[in-house]
T-cell receptor, first 115, second 114 residues
């Protein structure tokens, strides 16, 4: 079974609007971390935001927030006030306590911000 | 620049040749990772070092692949007798500690085997 599922291959958003990128995960480990990375065309994976499985509040980092719904095993990324520079691939990833040296990545969502 | 550095950034090689990629992690990070990313996919774990010790290897890391981190600083990933299926981006990442922290990636090394 896939550890991380991203069902949106591509998304479009109008500049200055908010957009939600979906991510669901599968694990039986009670302790895990969820991450979002941005990958522009240059190739570098840029860390955006982290959510621990025991965190009570949703993580926020500037314009990025993570909508963590533990019972549904979802960890959606919300980008507010989209900018042209947000156009990139976005990857959701998970690290489990028991396999802590491996990050499991989804297949990514390509986001295009329209002027 | 104090980020993870990888070189070469691009490599085109003929099938059957050997290639080597180098990764210089963030200086205070003792953990180092190699991932592989093919088109349309997310990165896949290859191997992990803590200091100079290679502690984990994925099944993806065939006998033709070898990674080293001789002094616990930079690392090399060598692919022997390259095959077309090895064409991918090879990403290096580093971290300071595993609990609660993310890993920081370099810009990757693109390999094309012709």
């Amino acid at each position: 079974a896939q550890k991380i599922t991203q069902t949106q291959p591509g998304m479009f958003v109008q500049e200055k609007e908010a957009v939600t990128l979906d991510c669901t995960y599968d694990t039986s480990d009670p302790s895990y971390g969820l991450f979002w990375y941005k990958q522009p065309s240059s190739g570098e994976m840029i860390f955006l935001i982290y959510q621990g499985s025991y965190d009570q509040q949703n993580a926020t980092e500037g314009r990025y927030s993570l909508n963590f719904q533990k019972a549904r095993k979802s960890a959606n990324l919300v980008i507010s006030a989209s900018q042209l520079g947000d156009s990139a691939m976005y990857f959701c990833a998970m690290r489990e306590r028991d396999t802590g040296n491996q990050f499991y990545f989804g297949t990514g969502t390509s986001l295009t911000v329209i002027p | 620049d104090t980020g993870v550095s990888q070189n070469p950034r691009h490599k085109i090689t003929k099938r059957g040749q050997n290639v080597t990629f180098r990764c210089d992690p963030i200086s205070e990070h003792n953990r180092l990772y190699w991932y592989r990313q093919t088109l349309g996919q997310g990165p896949e774990f290859l191997t992990y070092f803590q200091n100079e010790a290679q502690l984990e290897k994925s099944r993806l890391l065939s006998d033709r692949f070898s990674a080293e981190r001789p002094k616990g600083s930079f690392s090399t990933l060598e692919i022997q007798r390259t095959e077309q299926g090895d064409s991918a981006m090879y990403l290096c990442a580093s971290s300071a500690r595993i609990s609660g922290n993310t890993i920081y990636f370099g810009e990757g090394s693109w390999l094309t085997v012709v």
